[in-house]
């Protein structure tokens, strides 16, 4: 009866030794057994209050509780200290539980959130799914994504454990709750998912009896994202709906992330396949004229924007060399208006036009005026500026037709130093119903070359004060230095020193285009065909 009453209670007597004290008042005060001196076992207000008169009510902290101690003196002198926690304080305590339990919580999802937003890639963000959740909700975690193929993908961690993948070959209605998940329903309430139905492949090795499963989907935007399973140790407390309610707040955020980094990964893909049209291939020596080019997106993180070149045959395919074109080819190099993915766009309309347009390579102002009236019909408008060869090689002389239209005439570098400017000229494609251009006609003897280019070179603007332009005399005196030097060594010096003159500061698209008659009459080892965007 003594233990059974509902406060803590201390019989002490007259000279303060506690004689007796009830379960309560030892949870309170262990060290308050029968024979200890009531000054060395309980707080000091309850101290000073055991002496006469005694009060009717005292009050005072034991820890961070209040009591109130009310006395009650026996016939033998005896006193006895019922103690019971102030009014109002136990409800303040609990408050004080809840804040500190949310305050927890709020700091886990930020942590959570944080973490999940710190990469774009999706392994990646799976992973930390699974190790946030084995570490703060449950014992174990299983981020399952929608079905690939034939299997599940699935990132499993166990509680201090490291995230490991691998491909689960299972039917989700294997797992109680997890095809309502991965359809993007509503969780099932933990309390009706037997463990004892939950596959082998759902519970990590050496995992022990499960005591409690939560299945909850990962939301994504317009459809799922994958789902979550938490497992919890059968000696563990099971989940409580407050418990629930926490995994799928975090479910959500860790939803919206996978979504986020699966979308990028998409996008990544496409980007990437257009990025392999849109880039200017490579060069190298084609029906013995020798090519070489460069090419410097505007921005350090963009590998495509306006400026471009190609390289097309339009020659008769030799009836001896298979189906390896042969005779003469197309060079273009074009600069459109603007730069980054707009200009690329329209970069790749002009360079799949103009593939069109090949057979009437031997009429350069007729392909032009096409290409013209296909942009003056298209949504772009922007408009951009072309130049193009058309190379045959002669004994050992390389014969060239120019066309410019509104683009810098081509350079011509012969092999005494002198830099000619080629007499062609011509109005835009893409802004007026009607252009022109004029084509001129030049030979280059052994070694020298023809110089194509955009004014992203001449026009960069660096130097010693960083606002200087480079210029068409620099650039000629930059090409006249390297007279007689192969086309490649050409492009790379002027490369070198364009982007040099700029350093770090910010410049259009550069591109340049060398066409070289070769010193030596031998072809390349495949034929005289390098790699370039060639369709017979």
Same mark, same amino acid.
């Given at each position: 009866?003594?233990?059974?009453?509902?406060?803590?209670?201390?019989?002490?007597?007259?000279?303060?030794?506690?004689?007796?004290?009830?379960?309560?008042?030892?949870?309170?005060?262990?060290?308050?057994?029968?024979?200890?001196?009531?000054?060395?076992?309980?707080?000091?207000?309850?101290?000073?209050?055991?002496?006469?008169?005694?009060?009717?009510?005292?009050?005072?902290?034991?820890?961070?509780?209040?009591?109130?101690?009310?006395?009650?003196?026996?016939?033998?002198?005896?006193?006895?200290?019922?103690?019971?926690?102030?009014?109002?304080?136990?409800?303040?305590?609990?408050?004080?539980?809840?804040?500190?339990?949310?305050?927890?919580?709020?700091?886990?999802?930020?942590?959570?959130?944080?973490?999940?937003?710190?990469?774009?890639?999706?392994?990646?963000?799976?992973?930390?799914?699974?190790?946030?959740?084995?570490?703060?909700?449950?014992?174990?975690?299983?981020?399952?994504?929608?079905?690939?193929?034939?299997?599940?993908?699935?990132?499993?961690?166990?509680?201090?454990?490291?995230?490991?993948?691998?491909?689960?070959?299972?039917?989700?209605?294997?797992?109680?709750?997890?095809?309502?998940?991965?359809?993007?329903?509503?969780?099932?309430?933990?309390?009706?998912?037997?463990?004892?139905?939950?596959?082998?492949?759902?519970?990590?090795?050496?995992?022990?009896?499960?005591?409690?499963?939560?299945?909850?989907?990962?939301?994504?935007?317009?459809?799922?994202?994958?789902?979550?399973?938490?497992?919890?140790?059968?000696?563990?407390?099971?989940?409580?709906?407050?418990?629930? #309610? #926490?995994?799928?707040?975090?479910?959500?955020?860790?939803?919206?992330? *996978?979504?986020?980094?699966?979308?990028?990964?998409?996008?990544?893909?496409?980007?990437?396949?257009?990025?392999?049209?849109?880039?200017?291939?490579?060069?190298?020596?084609?029906?013995?004229?020798?090519?070489?080019?460069?090419?410097?997106?505007?921005?350090?993180?963009?590998?495509?924007?306006?400026?471009?070149?190609?390289?097309?045959?339009?020659?008769?395919?030799?009836?001896?060399?298979?189906?390896?074109?042969?005779?003469?080819?197309?060079?273009?190099?074009?600069?459109?208006?603007?730069?980054?993915?707009?200009?690329?766009?329209?970069?790749?309309? #002009?360079?799949?036009?103009?593939h069109a347009l090949v057979p009437m390579a031997d009429d350069?102002?007729?392909?032009?005026?096409?290409?013209?009236?296909?942009?003056?019909?298209?949504?772009?408008?922007?408009?951009?500026?072309?130049?193009?060869?058309?190379?045959?090689?002669?004994?050992?002389?390389v014969r060239l037709r120019l066309t410019s239209a509104g683009?810098?005439?081509?350079?011509?570098?012969?092999?005494?130093?002198?830099?000619?400017?080629?007499?062609?000229?011509?109005?835009?494609?893409?802004?007026?119903?009607?252009?022109?251009?004029?084509?001129?006609?030049?030979?280059?003897?052994?070694?020298?070359?023809?110089?194509?280019?955009?004014?992203?070179?001449?026009?960069?603007?660096?130097?010693?004060?960083?606002?200087?332009?480079?210029?068409?005399?620099?650039?000629?005196?930059?090409?006249?230095?390297?007279?007689? *030097?192969?086309?490649?060594?050409?492009?790379?010096?002027?490369?070198?020193?364009?982007?040099?003159?700029?350093?770090?500061?910010?410049?259009?698209?550069?591109?340049?285009?060398?066409?070289?008659?070769?010193?030596?009459?031998?072809?390349?080892?495949?034929?005289?065909?390098?790699?370039?965007?060639?369709?017979?």
């Amino acid at each position: 009866m003594w233990n059974s009453a509902p406060y803590a209670a201390l019989v002490v007597d007259a000279a303060g030794t506690v004689r007796l004290a009830n379960d309560l008042a030892l949870a309170l005060f262990p060290g308050a057994g029968p024979g200890a001196r009531l000054t060395d076992v309980v707080p000091r207000w309850l101290t000073l209050a055991h002496q006469d008169p005694l009060p009717d009510t005292v009050r005072g902290r034991v820890g961070a509780r209040a009591f109130e101690a009310r006395p009650t003196r026996g016939p033998d002198g005896d006193v006895v200290w019922w103690l019971a926690e102030a009014p109002g304080d136990a409800g303040l305590r609990e408050a004080r539980e809840a804040l500190r339990t949310e305050r927890r919580r709020t700091a886990f999802l930020t942590e959570a959130s944080n973490a999940l937003l710190s990469s774009l890639n999706a392994e990646r963000c799976a992973d930390t799914t699974a190790r946030l959740a084995a570490g703060h909700l449950a014992d174990a975690a299983l981020v399952v994504a929608p079905p690939a193929g034939r299997g599940l993908p699935v990132t499993r961690c166990t509680r201090g454990g490291a995230p490991v993948r691998g491909q689960q070959t299972a039917e989700p209605a294997e797992m109680p709750g997890l095809a309502e998940a991965l359809g993007g329903f509503p969780p099932v309430p933990s309390r009706w998912i037997d463990p004892a139905h939950v596959p082998d492949w759902v519970v990590p090795e050496g995992f022990g009896p499960v005591g409690s499963i939560v299945v909850a989907p990962l939301p994504g935007q317009g459809g799922p994202a994958g789902a979550l399973i938490l497992l919890r140790y059968s000696t563990t407390e099971s989940f409580t709906d407050d418990e629930e #309610i #926490i995994v799928r707040l975090f479910a959500a955020r860790a939803g919206a992330a *996978l979504y986020a980094a699966r979308m990028y990964l998409d996008q990544a893909a496409i980007t990437e396949t257009l990025m392999a049209e849109l880039l200017p291939p490579s060069l190298d020596q084609v029906a013995g004229v020798e090519l070489a080019a460069g090419y410097r997106a505007a921005g350090d993180a963009e590998r495509v924007g306006g400026d471009f070149y190609d390289v097309h045959p339009t020659g008769p395919v030799a009836p001896d060399a298979g189906a390896v074109p042969s005779g003469e080819y197309l060079v273009v190099l074009g600069d459109v208006c603007g730069k980054g993915l707009e200009a690329a766009v329209l970069t790749g309309k #002009i360079r799949n036009t103009l593939h069109a347009l090949v057979p009437m390579a031997d009429d350069h102002p007729r392909m032009l005026r096409l290409l013209n009236g296909a942009l003056l019909n298209s949504r772009s408008a922007r408009f951009a500026t072309l130049v193009m060869a058309s190379t045959r090689r002669e004994g050992s002389h390389v014969r060239l037709r120019l066309t410019s239209a509104g683009h810098p005439a081509p350079l011509i570098v012969r092999s005494d130093g002198r830099v000619e400017e080629a007499a062609t000229r011509g109005t835009l494609v893409g802004a007026l119903p009607e252009i022109e251009a004029h084509t001129v006609e030049t030979s280059l003897a052994p070694g020298e070359t023809c110089v194509l280019y955009t004014d992203g070179i001449t026009e960069a603007r660096g130097g010693p004060l960083g606002g200087e332009l480079f210029g068409d005399d620099r650039l000629r005196g930059v090409l006249a230095e390297c007279a007689g *030097l192969p086309g490649g060594a050409l492009v790379e010096r002027v490369q070198m020193l364009a982007s040099q003159w700029v350093s770090g500061g910010r410049h259009d698209d550069m591109a340049i285009v060398a066409v070289t008659a070769p010193r030596t009459n031998h072809l390349s080892a495949v034929g005289g065909h390098g790699p370039g965007r060639f369709t017979p």
